[in-house]
């Protein structure tokens, strides 16, 4: 089984240590803002994240996760700073080997397996067994020929999962995927995650979830008013946060 998931999931990359500075899975910002109009919505963002493990960005509402991952990944360009993978300034080679997934799951309006033939298909692969095993990969294989529009949040957020690993991506970037889904569907999600992250991906996600910063994340990243304040190992974050904004975040009251 291990295998089978592996041989999926894979990225195609030579060998890849977290030790290279060139390794495409880690991320660097140097003093990386974002100005909209005449508002500063992120700040001089310095941050170095490990080519392994899985990242979390924790804040509050408004602090600026989204824009922090949507930098990351050239959804948004900065507009001041600089965004590395490696060693590499950000380009479209690099964000061709990442996959985005969003709170709200994007699907076409056709049927499950068409919704990951079309990932595939991006990748110049057509492959229906490869297309069957990613949908058995995230539970979705009894569904293949239903209408995507149908499923369920939870089922929709695991066929978007589907289509970013049908990329084999060495990078995935997950913006609040579990927000607003049962428990069922969250423990699924993370399953699937831990998976890809076992296969070498690595994993950068934003989360308002302490309980799930526990059970997924290996660092923290804790942002606050468009600016990173902690980052750090998770345990530790989690047991003995550095400010006092990040403690009130953690303990649930109100953080403006
Ligand atoms: N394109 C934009 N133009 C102007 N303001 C923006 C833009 N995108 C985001 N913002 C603002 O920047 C701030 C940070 O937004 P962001 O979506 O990153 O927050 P967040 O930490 O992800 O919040 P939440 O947890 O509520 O999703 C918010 O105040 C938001 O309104």
């Given at each position: 089984m291990r295998d089978a998931v592996e041989n999926i999931l894979t990225f195609d990359a030579a060998a890849t240590?977290?030790?290279?500075?060139?390794?495409?899975r880690a991320l660097t910002l140097r003093d990386v803002s974002l100005t909209v109009g005449d508002k500063a919505l992120v700040h001089g963002a310095n941050l170095t994240l490990n080519a392994e493990g899985i990242t979390m960005i924790m804040g509050p509402n408004g602090a600026g996760k989204s824009l922090l991952l949507k930098l990351a990944h050239g959804l948004t360009?900065?507009?001041?700073?600089?965004?590395?993978?490696?060693?590499?300034?950000?380009?479209?080679?690099?964000?061709?080997?990442?996959?985005?997934?969003?709170?709200?799951?994007?699907?076409?309006?056709?049927?499950?397996?068409?919704?990951?033939?079309?990932?595939?298909?991006?990748?110049?692969?057509?492959?229906?067994?490869?297309?069957?095993?990613?949908?058995?990969?995230?539970?979705?294989?009894?569904?293949?020929?239903?209408?995507?529009?149908?499923?369920?949040?939870?089922?929709q957020q695991r066929l978007a999962l589907a289509r970013a690993l049908a990329l084999k991506p060495k990078v995935m970037l997950l913006d609040e995927p579990t927000a607003s889904l049962d428990p069922a569907s969250v423990l699924k999600i993370e399953e699937i995650v831990q998976e890809a992250h076992s296969a070498g991906t690595k994993i950068i996600f934003v989360t308002h979830d302490p309980g799930q910063a526990g059970r997924l994340a290996d660092d923290i990243v804790f942002v606050h008013r468009g600016r990173v304040h902690e980052h750090g190992p998770a345990d530790l974050f989690l047991s003995r946060p550095e400010t006092q904004e990040a403690r009130d975040f953690l303990q649930g009251r109100i953080v403006v």
């Open positions: 240590t977290a030790a290279r500075r060139d390794d495409p360009p900065a507009t001041g700073g600089q965004v590395l993978w490696g060693d590499t300034p950000l380009d479209d080679t690099a964000r061709r080997t990442q996959a985005m997934v969003f709170q709200k799951p994007v699907v076409l309006r056709r049927s499950v397996a068409a919704n990951v033939d079309f990932a595939l298909r991006a990748r110049g692969i057509r492959d229906a067994a490869r297309r069957d095993a990613l949908l058995d990969h995230v539970g979705l294989l009894g569904h293949a020929r239903q209408p995507a529009r149908l499923l369920s949040g939870g089922e």
